[in-house]
C-alpha cells in the first residue's frame, strides 16, 4: 500500500534562515509527488509537483528514487512562509486519488 | 482560484442527526473528492466519483455515503453523526487528464456534539 510520510509536526525557524520540510514515500509504481500549503484557515493550495521541476515562492522539491523522498527546501524562510505543509502521493491507477502525509507546520519567527 | 463552493462553511449538530455537505463545482472536471483533515493525519480520502452516478470508497469511508447526480455536484452524506466525525471537510476537483493536480475547496468546519 502506498504511504507518505512527513517524520516533523512542526518546524520553527528564523526569518532568512533555510527551512527543509522532509517527505518519504512508498509506492510501487512510478511516483508522482505533490507539495500543497494551507495558509491560516484557507483552502490548500498546489505549492509544487515534481514533473514541472519547477520553483515556486522560493521553494523547490527534488525527487530521489532511490531514497524515496520528495524534501521541500527553501534557502531564505520568510514569515509568510509560516503554515501548513502537505506532501501528497498520486494514485494514477485508481482515480487519481491522492494520498497525504500527516503535514509540517512551518513557522517562521522574525 | 478553482470555481469550487463548498456548503455549508460551518455546522453544528448532535449525534445521532443526518448531516449532507454539498460540493459544487462550475469547471465541469470529472473527477471530485471527499478529504476529512484532522490533526496528524493531515487529509484522508473518505468517497470519490469519476463520473456521474460513479463513486467509489477511500480511506474512510464508514459511516459516510455520497451521490453524484450531476457533473456540478457531490454530496457528501452523514447518516447518523457521531462525535468521531468531527472534522474539517474538503472538496477536491480534478480534471480528467491524468497527473493533473486536485483543486481544494474552502473546506466545512463540522461539530458533533
Known amino acids: 500500500a502506498q504511504r507518505v510520510t512527513q517524520p516533523e509536526k512542526l518546524l520553527s525557524v528564523f526569518k532568512g534562515a533555510p527551512v527543509e520540510l522532509k517527505c518519504n514515500y512508498s509506492y510501487s509504481g512510478s511516483p508522482e509527488l505533490f507539495w500543497y500549503v494551507q495558509y491560516s484557515r484557507q483552502r490548500l493550495q498546489l505549492l509544487l509537483r515534481?514533473?514541472s521541476r519547477e520553483s515556486i515562492k522560493g521553494f523547490t522539491a527534488d525527487l530521489n528514487k532511490g531514497e524515496t523522498s520528495f524534501h521541500l527546501k527553501k534557502p531564505f524562510a520568510q514569515e509568510e512562509d509560516s503554515a501548513m505543509y502537505y506532501c501528497?502521493?498520486?494514485?494514477?491507477?485508481?482515480?487519481?486519488?491522492?494520498?497525504f502525509g500527516g503535514g509540517t507546520r512551518v513557522l517562521v519567527k522574525p | 482560484d478553482a470555481g469550487i463552493t463548498q456548503s455549508p462553511r460551518h455546522k453544528v449538530t448532535e449525534t445521532g442527526t443526518p448531516v449532507t455537505l454539498r460540493c459544487h463545482q462550475t469547471?465541469?472536471?470529472?473527477?471530485m473528492y471527499w478529504y476529512r483533515q484532522d490533526p496528524g493525519h493531515g487529509l484522508r480520502l473518505i468517497h470519490y466519483?469519476?463520473?456521474?452516478?460513479?463513486?467509489d470508497k477511500g480511506e474512510v469511508s464508514d459511516g459516510y455515503s455520497v451521490s453524484r447526480s450531476k457533473t456540478e455536484d457531490f454530496l457528501l452524506t452523514l447518516e447518523s453523526a457521531t462525535s468521531s466525525q468531527t472534522s474539517v471537510y474538503f472538496c477536491a476537483i480534478a480534471p480528467t487528464a491524468v497527473n493533473q493536480p486536485q483543486h481544494f475547496g474552502d473546506g466545512t468546519r463540522l461539530s458533533i456534539l
Open positions: 501528497a502521493l498520486d494514485n494514477k491507477a485508481a482515480g487519481n486519488k491522492l494520498t
Open positions: 515534481h514533473i
Open positions: 466519483s469519476y463520473g456521474v452516478k460513479d463513486t
Open positions: 469547471e465541469n472536471h470529472r473527477y
